[in-house]
């Protein structure tokens, strides 16, 4: 099991650089003023694709042995975008494995960026098996969506902007809060701020239903979630955090936390009002553990992760509201 260090983070970073946006570090006075603390919103909305998923994606597909020809990879839309595009790019063809209800938005913006899109129910099928069935007919490389070195690498990349963002801006921040499902992101972030900034306390958030990874960091194993939850986060709802990601991010990261969907929403539309910044529900629960008070954040300087903004109209309707 090869565990992905910085240096495969910065490796990526250089090798990503002409694809991937480096994205803004956002912050209000007036939203400063009013929380009694400081907010900086790491927005990857603004992420080719809409999300943090192409740093991923993009180092994976670029790592590719010169004869591959073809690219399957699973996703409930995010990474199925990333790797559409990064594939595209490289003239790739890419297979992508959705469930049926994932939104639509992500299903026709990976059709639109070149994907083939097979879907399947995921309450009843394994989309891993259907994956890798598609594998051996398409004799296609497989790109998991966290579990996977180069893609826990490129997601790292983040980590070295913040850090860089943070030390132009001469600001110490004494937290950062970030998403968690499968736990790619979070861990390519965790190798990727502590070689800058190693003391800085790294917290998760999750839906609650789905707090697998909170309860693994208490457990000091991996514990999987109970069957039968449903959440609005559809971006980070996995079974159980990943066999690499849980290595790295028992580590780094000192405690986890859970928010309803209704906390969710009331993020998204913060997000939307006073940073017009669109963010999709799993996107938001890294702010939402801050605006609901989950996390304390009065008197500090807290880093935020806002990780993508593939929402469909219906769902961020029902979150403006909430205003």
């Not at 790619?184 to 958030?205: R, V």
Request: with cysteine; aromatic share 4%; proline share 5%.
């Amino acid at each position: 099991m090869h565990l992905p260090t910085y240096s495969d983070v910065a490796a990526a970073r250089d090798r990503i650089a002409r694809q991937a946006v480096v994205t803004p570090l956002l912050t209000s006075p007036r939203v400063n003023a009013r929380l009694d603390g400081m907010l900086l919103i790491k927005a990857e909305p603004l992420q080719r694709t809409g999300s943090f998923k192409f740093r991923g994606a993009a180092n994976a597909v670029a790592m590719l042995d010169e004869n591959t020809r073809a690219v399957v990879a699973w996703s409930s839309g995010n990474h199925a975008q990333a790797v559409a595009a990064a594939a595209t790019a490289r003239g790739l063809k890419s297979v992508i494995v959705m469930p049926e209800d994932a939104p639509e938005t992500k299903k026709a913006g990976t059709a639109e960026l070149g994907g083939e899109v097979v879907t399947y129910d995921r309450y009843t099928e394994s989309r891993e098996e259907i994956g890798q069935a598609l594998a051996r007919e398409h004799d296609a490389a497989i790109i998991p969506p966290y579990d996977f070195a180069p893609v826990i690498a490129g997601q790292g990349t983040i980590g070295i902007e913040i850090a860089h963002q943070l030390d132009a801006r001469e600001v110490t921040a004494d937290q950062l809060i970030c998403c968690t499902g499968g736990g790619g992101l979070l861990s390519g972030l965790c190798l990727g701020i502590h070689e800058h900034h190693p003391k800085m306390e790294i917290i998760a958030a999750e839906p609650e239903g789905f707090d697998d990874f909170r309860r693994s960091i208490d457990a000091g194993e991996r514990v999987a979630n109970v069957p039968g939850a449903q959440t609005i986060c559809d971006a980070i709802v996995t079974p159980i955090p990943g066999e690499l990601t849980f290595a790295i991010n028992r580590d780094h990261v000192s405690h986890g936390v859970a928010v309803s969907d209704e906390e969710v929403l009331a993020a998204m539309a913060f997000a939307w009002a006073e940073f017009k910044l669109v963010v999709e529900p799993g996107g938001a629960v890294a702010l939402a553990a801050a605006l609901s008070g989950k996390v304390e954040i009065r008197g500090k300087t807290s880093v935020i992760v806002a990780s993508g903004g593939n929402v469909d109209k219906t769902v961020f309707e029902r979150a403006l509201n909430t205003l």
